[in-house]
């Protein structure tokens, strides 16, 4: 099992480029990315520098001129947030934020991802969450951001329901929705309640 952070692909990949680019090359048979079976990877998002993405990949291909990174055959990923202390550094403790399964997932230049369908798992608030794209609006996960789907299923103790045009945060907020095609329904008697990532009978 090759164990591989995601910009550790880099070197590998930078000698995919320069024999794509060489003068002369043709273009139309010369690849140009990189093809690795039995991955691990980690990504480390810019733009969320308290998350740490984990993936395991049957297969991963890289495009280098796409700025693209596919993850074909994938095992449940996760998100993980890095603890800090008092004074803002980091202390090195991980805590598990959420989980994702999805058949296949693309990374974009800006560490963001989409496939057609997954599910998120939200552990601090045990919901599930199935979300429905298509090819041309796919499921999108947006680094320091949160996630979005056309169609989505939601399961968890607060709520469950349907939502279409569903825009959520990691903290399970729904940002923004189409309210006239959505249906949700709140237990307001509490027979379920999320403990330590578990749903367990309300008090």
């Known amino acids: 099992m090759q164990k591989l952070g995601l910009y550790a692909l880099t070197g590998i990949l930078g000698f995919a480029l320069i024999f794509a680019l060489l003068p002369g090359a043709d273009r139309t048979t010369v690849a140009t990315g990189a093809v690795l079976s039995g991955v691990q990877l980690t990504l480390y998002p810019s733009r969320d520098p308290d998350a740490v993405w984990q ?30 202390d008092a004074s803002g550094r980091l202390t090195g403790r991980q805590t598990l934020d959420a989980t994702l399964s999805a058949p296949d997932l693309t990374i974009d230049g800006q560490d963001n991802m989409t496939t057609r369908q997954a599910r998120i798992t939200l552990v601090q608030q045990c919901a599930d969450i199935d979300l ?59 027979t379920e309640r999320c403990e330590n990532g578990q749903r367990v009978p309300g008090a």
């Open 55 to 84: 993936f395991r990949a049957g297969q991963v291909t890289n495009d280098p001129l796409l700025s693209e990174t596919r993850l074909i055959d994938l095992g449940q990923g996760q998100r993980l947030l890095r603890e800090r």
């Open 132 to 190: 429905q794209g298509t090819e041309q609006t796919p499921v999108k996960i947006e680094q320091g951001s949160g996630f979005s789907a056309p169609v989505a299923e939601l399961d968890s103790p607060l709520m469950t329901g349907h939502v279409e045009k569903l825009r959520m945060s990691f903290d399970f907020n729904i940002e923004d929705s189409d309210n006239a095609n959505s249906t949700l329904q709140y237990d307001l008697d509490g």
